[in-house]
């Protein structure tokens, strides 16, 4: 089965910086589009960011000039370079991807399990 799993969050001060990655595993065929959401207590889960297979990327307003996403093919993995962190970037970091598997010709969706990011002040 595919799954996906989230790394490298943790606890860092305000203006510091973290880098989360997320690896696919299982029986892969191809990865289209993957990105990152985040949600805080009592708030609506939201995009952050998301890249597609041929490199095109898009942001929140929130993290633009902030936040880099990233992707390395090879080892199915998408990264999110986060800087210059706000308090209000405090949220649970969730992994997303389109993902065709080896043994069926459509594309699934799938959430890894969630990374928490705390930024002090």
């Given at each position: 089965?595919?799954?996906?799993?989230?790394?490298?969050?943790?606890?860092?001060q305000a203006g510091g910086s973290l880098r989360l990655s997320c690896a696919a595993s299982g029986s892969i065929f191809r990865i289209n589009t993957m990105g990152w959401y985040r949600q805080a207590p009592g708030k609506q889960r939201e995009?952050?960011?998301?890249?597609?297979?041929?490199?095109?990327?898009?942001?929140?307003?929130?993290?633009?000039?902030?936040?880099?996403?990233?992707?390395?093919?090879?080892?199915?993995?998408?990264?999110?370079?986060?800087?210059?962190?706000?308090?209000?970037?405090?949220?649970?970091?969730?992994?997303?991807?389109?993902?065709?598997?080896?043994?069926?010709?459509?594309?699934?969706?799938?959430?890894?399990?969630?990374?928490?990011?705390?930024?002090?002040?």
């Amino acid at each position: 089965q595919v799954q996906l799993v989230e790394s490298g969050g943790g606890l860092v001060q305000a203006g510091g910086s973290l880098r989360l990655s997320c690896a696919a595993s299982g029986s892969i065929f191809r990865i289209n589009t993957m990105g990152w959401y985040r949600q805080a207590p009592g708030k609506q889960r939201e995009l952050v960011a998301a890249i597609t297979n041929g490199g095109s990327t898009n942001y929140a307003d929130s993290v633009k000039g902030r936040f880099t996403i990233s992707r390395d093919n090879a080892k199915n993995t998408v990264y999110l370079q986060m800087n210059s962190l706000k308090p209000e970037d405090t949220a649970v970091y969730y992994c997303n991807a389109d993902i065709v598997p080896s043994n069926w010709g459509r594309v699934y969706n799938y959430w890894g399990q969630g990374t928490q990011v705390t930024v002090s002040s």
